[in-house]
């Protein structure tokens, strides 16, 4: 009885962290920019929701400016044509 239930409860685990580590993975945004903050940008969505994305690539940041059309994904920001 003992190592069934371990089982079980290794099994719980094991599905737990996958669903947190897919959770976690390949975040997507697109929107505009409504501030820049050190790493860390101000974007409004097209259905007028605000969020805050960390930026990883500070690099990217350098061409970037409040009003433009921006996508991050996984902290990489690229500047998107009209």
Same mark, same amino acid.
């Given at each position: 009885? #003992?190592?069934?239930?371990?089982?079980?409860?290794?099994?719980?685990?094991?599905?737990? @962290?996958?669903? @947190?580590?897919? %959770?976690? %993975?390949?975040?997507?945004?697109? #929107?505009?920019?409504? =501030?820049?903050?050190?790493?860390?940008? #101000?974007? @409004?969505?097209? +259905?007028?929701?605000? +969020?805050?994305? =960390?930026?990883?690539?500070?690099? %990217?940041? +350098?061409?970037? =400016?409040?009003?433009?059309?921006?996508?991050? +994904?996984?902290?990489?920001?690229?500047?998107?044509?009209?």
């Amino acid at each position: 009885m #003992g190592m069934k239930r371990l089982i079980i409860l290794l099994m719980a685990a094991i599905f737990m @962290v996958s669903v @947190v580590g897919l %959770s976690c %993975s390949a975040q997507e945004i697109k #929107g505009t920019v409504s =501030k820049i903050e050190g790493d860390k940008l #101000g974007i @409004v969505d097209d +259905k007028g929701n605000e +969020k805050t994305v =960390k930026v990883k690539d500070l690099e %990217s940041l +350098k061409e970037v =400016k409040v009003g433009d059309r921006v996508l991050v +994904k996984d902290g990489r920001v690229t500047k998107e044509g009209i």
